[in-house]
């Protein structure tokens, strides 16, 4: 099976393989201008994953297509990325933040809801701006936070956990752990109301 890729509002999206894994590839997004003259940390990343043999679906929280003429609708791509972080098996965060071209101010708010989730990995190279307290939280939890200062070495901690968490749709209960995302979540999976409400 190769790797199912998601794109931000995609029309006519197939729906995940039962069993399949489900990978968010969260952290800062260049804007439609510059994507038409820079390549995406994404396309890397999922160079990556094929490399490894990953067989799963991969949420990139991009258009497929550049266009820089178009008017986004900002509440329903915030309504579909809410619905793949709750849903993912493990959010990949690669924070490679410049102020200039990824600010990454989403990216932080994202951060701080799955922090304590249980499903997220953290990289950033070392010449990030303004990761240094993203950092001190992963290693501040208990268990920590995986974290690497490479891509390559951020995408081998994600597949790791994701070889250890059960995809959604496959969890004992109904709809799958959020691992904490979803409100009202107790991260008890034994006697959560919200994931053993079908969704």
């Known amino acids: 099976m190769a790797i199912q ?13 039962p069993g399949a894994p489900v990978l968010f590839l969260a952290g800062p ?16 990343a999922l160079r990556l994953l094929a490399e490894c043999g990953y067989e799963g679906a991969a949420v990139v929280p991009e258009f497929e297509v550049v266009d820089k003429a178009r008017v986004v609708d900002s509440g329903a791509v915030w309504v579909w990325e809410a619905e793949w972080l709750a849903r993912a098996t493990v959010v990949m965060f690669w924070v490679p933040r410049s102020m200039d071209k990824l600010p990454g101010l989403t990216t932080n708010v994202e ?20 990761v240094a307290y993203m950092r ?9 936070v995986p974290q690497a200062e490479t891509l390559a070495a951020t995408v081998h901690k994600a597949l790791m956990m994701v070889a250890a968490r059960p995809p959604f749709g496959t969890h004992p209960n109904v709809g799958g752990c959020c691992g904490g995302f979803l409100p009202g979540c107790s991260t008890d999976c034994t006697a959560c109301a919200v994931c053993m409400a079908p969704r």
């Open 5 to 17: 890729v998601i794109h931000t509002l995609a029309a006519n999206t197939p729906p995940v393989a």
């Open 29 to 44: 997004t260049l804007r439609e201008h510059d994507r038409a003259n820079e390549r995406s940390w994404r396309v890397d």
């Open 111 to 130: 951060f701080g809801m799955l922090l304590t989730s249980g499903k997220i990995v953290f990289g950033a190279p070392p010449d990030a701006v303004a």
């Open 136 to 144: 001190h939280q992963c290693a501040a939890r208990t268990p920590s």
